[in-house]
């Protein structure tokens, strides 16, 4: 079939920076430590797997599950979001201005199709999570490259410069993938007050928001667009993350009821609606007791910050990510972060090459401690140290 047939933006999009490497690591099969992907070795709380287990057995012979939902997500599961937005997050919205999408991945192609218009651009705040360049540039969308560490300590010295008058969103991740960084109170009001000075938008991806160490400040800027007079922030959440369900595909964005309105009809639009079981398990996990609730985020937090410190133990001098699951580890060029990659691959651990996360840091390679247990991150440690930097 001819590719002509095929539109620019889709021809346009990169193949998964992985494609490479998959053959190498197919080939070593169990053999590998698969540290390039974000997952997780954690089960999900068990509530949830409690709930799976009630539906197979109470439900089984039964069309329930098998029928379509409701679009915009299940009222009950709305009714929890919204107070856990308010809870966790500071975020006061209605269960009217909440859509549950298939995972933060759908929620942000549904705020990339819902805001912009071809040629519109998106501020990124770079290092970024791989997909989000596909997702706006797929709807037309153009992505403007900006450093994180400079934009959050100061928005105006680093942005302005950056503006025109197509310039309408500014996309960050908090915690951030690769990086882990993260916005504090300060931070936070700072870019806020940049973006509505600017008449900007803001997309907060918070994938991450539960997995933050050495008990520091983390803020979701949602949280200042509560009441203000023109609201500005979408903010993304999974259950990909916090409650190791990324393969459930479950997650949810929130922002004001007048901004949501067109994002549910695009969402509507994109997926219809999701899997009822996968909501149900969603919901199990956000109504366990608080007690639980907090038992089991907590223990996370501690298992993963362990395995931070571990990771860390073969990459003294790179910074200790504050936030998320990486850690995202400087080499001299990018000849030597890809060589170095390789090498490790061959002797069983895969890590991800820094061009994937924007274009300001191909001399990076990024690794996952959340995704094999403490005793295989061990034994990828051993792997990493006994390999000489190439
Ligand atoms: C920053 C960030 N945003 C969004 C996602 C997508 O998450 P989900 O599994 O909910 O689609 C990821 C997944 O790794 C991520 O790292």
Redesign the pocket.
Known sequence: MSAQVLSRSAQKLRPSVFSELTPRIKELGERCIPLH??DTYRLPPQAALSALQRVASEELGTTRYFRYTHPFGRAELLEEVSKKLVRDNGIAVPPSGIQI????????CALAQSYLDPGDEVIVLCP?????RGIVETVGGKVVDAPYKETIEDPGAVLKPLLTERTKVVYF?N????DGRLLNGTEAERLYRFCAEHDLHIWS????EHIVFDGREKVSIGSLDSGADSPRVAS??????SFGM?GM???YVAAHPSLMESIRKVSTHQIYDLSDLTQELALAALKQTPDQYQAFLSEQTREYEKARDLLHTAFPDSEKSPG??YLFVEFENREQAWNTMLAWLEKGVSSAPGEAFGGLHPNYLRLCFTAVPFSRLKEAVEIIRSVPRA
């Open positions: 992907i974000g999408t298939c995972g933060a991945t759908q929620a942000l970024h999570w791989p997909l989000i991740a915690p951030n993938n690769p991806d918070e994938a991450y993304v959440f999974t259950f990909s993350k990324a595909r479950v997650g998320g699951a």
